[in-house]
């Protein structure tokens, strides 16, 4: 399922110059909205830390981001599952390198990142309604590029999101 899924979004981009173009700045775009988006609100995190509270959540700003990566980054060297467009002898759309690619580092990160977002400002907003929405395209872009299967956009997801959400909103 996970393979045939994974061709028929290909074959999308694969057969079409704009859907490929768009797949390929989209996720190279995505990565660098996501960057600026964590630095811009982790400075504010920082800069409006004025009592105890705000300073731990300044602190988790920082930290559940990174652990989620780590943890992915992990988990990638446990599955050492091969990136689809190696697997199956296609062209990647950004000239990835070969490496693992479950789960997807960039979705697990746009997730949790998008969380961290809504977390400092106190729910959903019109950031936040922003920032979800391309953290679901940044996973999608992912796919279209040759580089994820959707399994690993959507264990992407999870993870980010789920411990985005423990993290920031249980902790």
């Given at each position: 399922?996970?393979?045939?899924?994974?061709l028929?979004?290909?074959?999308k981009?694969?057969?079409?110059?704009i859907?490929e173009k768009?797949?390929?700045?989209?996720t190279?775009?995505?990565?660098?909205?996501?960057v600026l988006?964590?630095?811009?609100?982790?400075?504010?995190?920082?800069?409006m830390?004025?009592?105890?509270h705000?300073?731990?959540?300044?602190?988790?700003y920082?930290?559940?981001?990174?652990m989620v990566?780590?943890?992915n980054?992990?988990?990638?060297k446990v599955?050492?599952?091969e990136?689809?467009?190696?697997?199956?002898?296609?062209?990647?759309?950004?000239?990835?390198?070969?490496?693992?690619?479950?789960?997807?580092?960039?979705a697990?990160?746009a997730?949790?990142?998008?969380?961290?977002?809504i977390?400092?400002?106190?729910?959903?907003?019109?950031?936040?309604?922003a920032?979800?929405p391309l953290?679901?395209?940044?996973?999608?872009?992912?796919?279209?590029?040759g580089?994820?299967?959707?399994?690993d956009v959507?264990?992407?997801?999870?993870?980010?999101?789920?411990?985005?959400?423990l993290?920031?909103?249980?902790?």
């Amino acid at each position: 399922m996970d393979k045939k899924l994974f061709l028929f979004l290909y074959s999308k981009a694969e057969n079409n110059k704009i859907i490929e173009k768009i797949s390929a700045v989209g996720t190279k775009l995505s990565y660098h909205i996501f960057v600026l988006i964590f630095a811009v609100f982790g400075v504010y995190a920082v800069f409006m830390a004025v009592n105890k509270h705000d300073l731990i959540m300044a602190v988790k700003y920082f930290l559940i981001p990174l652990m989620v990566f780590i943890l992915n980054t992990s988990l990638r060297k446990v599955f050492k599952k091969e990136r689809p467009f190696l697997a199956l002898g296609k062209k990647s759309l950004i000239g990835k390198k070969n490496s693992y690619s479950f789960p997807s580092n960039h979705a697990a990160s746009a997730m949790v990142i998008s969380i961290a977002v809504i977390y400092t400002q106190n729910g959903i907003n019109a950031i936040g309604a922003a920032v979800l929405p391309l953290a679901f395209l940044t996973g999608i872009s992912r796919i279209f590029a040759g580089v994820h299967y959707p399994s690993d956009v959507l264990f992407g997801w999870l993870i980010g999101g789920l411990l985005g959400y423990l993290g920031f909103f249980c902790l």
